[in-house]
């Protein structure tokens, strides 16, 4: 049995669609989508049971810090600090020689002064000296006191006072010798516990309920404005909701085949849009993956910043513009839309206005689009994600200015977040030379690398076959002007064309743009002269996978003469062997024909300006006469029946051909002589 050839691709898009019915957020059939200050979207909603009616947060939070501030700590004495404390004192000053039992009296006459005022630690000191703590309440017995702090000393500030209460010089030395600053800690403690659960009690007073919506009576109607109050309303129904386990698993298992409809049908397009319109890709597993894993990607980001954070908005961070950008500079502008596009509705579901998130994303999109177009510089992407910026605020404002009708709907949250989104974009030059390594792809950047005429292997190519070098550069200008006009991809036909000929830096006298005078294939038979001359497109690929150039580049080598003929060595063999049956493998390319639109307009562009020097006069008919028959002949010989070309687009390369030519070969005003 024949393997179906696309299994991989579909598997890819199975998985794909698996993973993000997976992630995707547990919502209810009872959740809504609404934001603060924005019209309720919905019918009428009742209360299905009694709804308490709670404080914003924004007002529970001020009455808790207003409770924080206003808050008198617990602190309790330490009876057992006060009695070691006077006991370690005795012993050190009993130990303490040449001192009067008078001067050992007084020091602990005042170390029970002190104790008996209050000892705290030195942070607690502090903050009584910045005025915050002027107060306290004591625990004792089960009851609370209030006391004043301004008798308080910390343990420095204590063994300090008794030094200035007892100035004599045999008190200091007793003071100094017992060592009673070490012997002082604070007997006045913070009761953590106590202090905690009050604080705890008035914020849960402050944060209960101030009112009960009935069961049955109206909470919000179509077009009512969500103020901060019915935000909080709203958000309790669906919290209770959920609670009660409103649903059942019948609807959930509904739920869950729906999310796996929704997001399958959205893959499945894009499958066979690729399938349909871009063939090339399709046929291509790794390509199908990359595209794949962009969607899967920014659709888990998506989902997992709208989990962290309350706010819906927040999901404008997610720089949904990189998606065109990445998939532009390594295919088309279509498919990039395209991908995009899925990618928005899959994640507009979770949108806090999901109108509002398509238009505003797609429109970023497009901006993304156009603006790298043709990228050749990192510095445009700086200016590609001022534009989405751009984009993103007048969208924003548009579609709000016209739903409310003012200017004072307009939040400056999201423009922060399409701000962070803006700066997000500027970094996909990372992503694409990540990309570029793992799946093998090759840029627009990469192709502007290539095209400079300083790299290696063109610097090899200008010295060893000077007339070769400039025969592509006269091709390069030829091609990428025709392709620019059917829309191919130019900066990839201006590389290709500019390493086409590689291969004849091998044999360089062989070929008559390098030539002087000498033909080394008059003194070889028409057959060796094929084989070296067709052996430059192998020779080419060679030297191209020695140099490391992408296999796009490589394809231009190999299909630049397709499984065309070497029509010279051909026609000379059957002129010399008239009798005989000539064998075609040996005069032809090895091929394959063209695949693309890009190497077909490359091998027109080859043939027409080699051709194009042997002219006797470059008048429009002439040139016109020539670009017809050699780009006919070709199509006649079914050189580009494997290329998606399209005869609009023959006829314009055609038109594009005699009008560069006439403009090259164009006649000079003759100078007169000097008399």
């Given amino acids: 049995m024949k393997r179906f050839p696309y299994w991989t691709q579909i598997s890819t898009f199975i998985l794909t669609t698996l993973i993000i019915v997976w992630l995707m957020p547990r919502t209810s059939t009872s959740t809504y989508i609404y934001e603060v200050n924005r019209p309720w979207n919905y019918k009428l909603l009742t209360a299905p049971f009694d709804i308490p009616i709670h404080l914003d947060s924004l007002s529970v939070k001020a009455a808790c810090d207003s409770i924080d501030r206003a808050f008198v700590p617990v602190y309790r004495r330490n009876k057992t600090v006060d009695d070691q404390v006077r006991l370690r004192a005795t012993q050190a000053l009993a130990d303490v020689n040449g001192i009067s039992a008078s001067t050992r009296s007084k020091v602990e006459q005042k170390l029970r002064d002190v104790y008996q005022a209050g000892v705290v630690d030195e942070n607690t000191y502090s903050t009584i000296l910045t005025g915050r703590l002027q107060t306290v309440r004591m625990a004792a017995d089960n009851t609370l006191t209030s006391k004043s702090t301004s008798a308080f000393r910390s343990p420095r500030k204590a063994y300090e006072w008794i030094k200035q209460q007892l100035p004599d010089d045999e008190t200091h030395y007793a003071i100094e010798q017992s060592k009673l600053a070490s012997i002082l800690v604070p007997n006045i403690e913070f009761d953590s516990e106590t202090s905690n659960r009050m604080r705890d009690d008035l914020h849960r007073k402050a944060s209960a309920p101030i009112g009960v919506i009935q069961q049955g009576e109206r909470i919000i109607d179509r077009g009512d404005i969500v103020t901060v109050q019915l935000y909080t309303v709203l958000k309790t129904y669906e919290q209770m909701h959920a609670e009660r386990g409103n649903g059942g698993t019948g609807k959930a298992i509904y739920i869950w085949g729906a999310k796996l409809l929704y997001v399958g049908l959205l893959i499945a397009l894009f499958a066979l849009f690729l399938y349909g319109f871009r063939p090339r890709l399709f046929r291509q597993p790794k390509v199908c993956l990359f595209l794949a894993f962009n969607i899967l990607a920014f659709s888990i980001f998506a989902f997992l910043v709208t989990a962290s954070f309350a706010s819906g908005a927040v999901i404008y961070v997610v720089p949904f513009a990189m998606i065109p950008i990445m998939v532009l ?89 399409c701000a962070i989104n803006a700066v997000l974009i500027s970094f996909a030059y990372v992503l694409i030379f990540i990309f570029e390594r793992l799946f093998g792809f090759t840029s627009l950047v990469a192709l502007v690398e290539l095209s400079d005429i300083n790299n290696p292997i063109l610097r090899e190519l200008s010295s060893e076959c000077p007339g070769t070098f400039q025969h592509s550069m006269a091709v390069s200008n030829l091609a990428s002007d025709a392709a620019s006009k059917v829309g191919a991809n130019v900066q990839l036909v201006r590389a290709g064309a500019l390493y086409h000929d590689i291969g004849k830096i091998n044999n360089p006298a062989f070929f008559t743009e390098n030539q002087h005078g000498v033909n080394p294939h008059d003194a070889l038979e ?115 029946s494997e290329s998606p070309i399209s005869f609009r687009d023959v006829a314009t390369i055609k038109e594009t051909f005699i009008q560069r030519l006439r403009t090259i070969y164009h006649s000079r005003v003759a100078y007169p002589d000097k008399k």
């Fill in 329 to 417: 500079v390594f295919f088309d502008g279509r498919t990039a839309l395209f991908t995009l596009l899925v990618t928005i509705l899959i994640c507009a579901v979770i949108a806090p206005y999901p109108l509002e998130f398509i238009v505003m994303q797609f429109l970023a999109g497009v901006v993304a689009n156009i603006s790298l177009r043709e990228m050749s510089r990192r510095s445009q992407l700086l200016r590609s994600a001022l534009l989405v910026f751009i984009a993103y605020s007048l969208g924003y404002t548009s579609l709000n200015v016209m739903i409310t009708g003012t200017f004072a709907s307009l939040s400056g949250r999201v423009f922060g977040f």
């Fill in 526 to 640: 028409p057959e060796q002269s094929a084989r070296i001359i067709i052996g430059h497109v192998t020779d080419g690929v060679k030297k191209a996978e020695k140099a490391k150039l992408p296999s796009v580049i490589r394809r231009f080598i190999l299909e630049h003469h397709g499984r065309g003929t070497a029509r010279y060595f051909y026609l000379t063999w059957m002129k010399n062997h008239p009798d005989e049956t000539p064998d075609p493998s040996l005069f032809s390319y090895p091929g394959p024909n063209p695949q693309s639109i890009e190497t077909s307009i490359l091998m027109m562009a080859d043939a027409v300006e080699a051709a194009s020097r042997s002219l006797r006069e470059y008048t429009p008919e002439a040139i016109t006469e020539l670009v017809n028959r050699i780009i006919d002949t070709q199509i006649a010989e079914g050189l580009h």
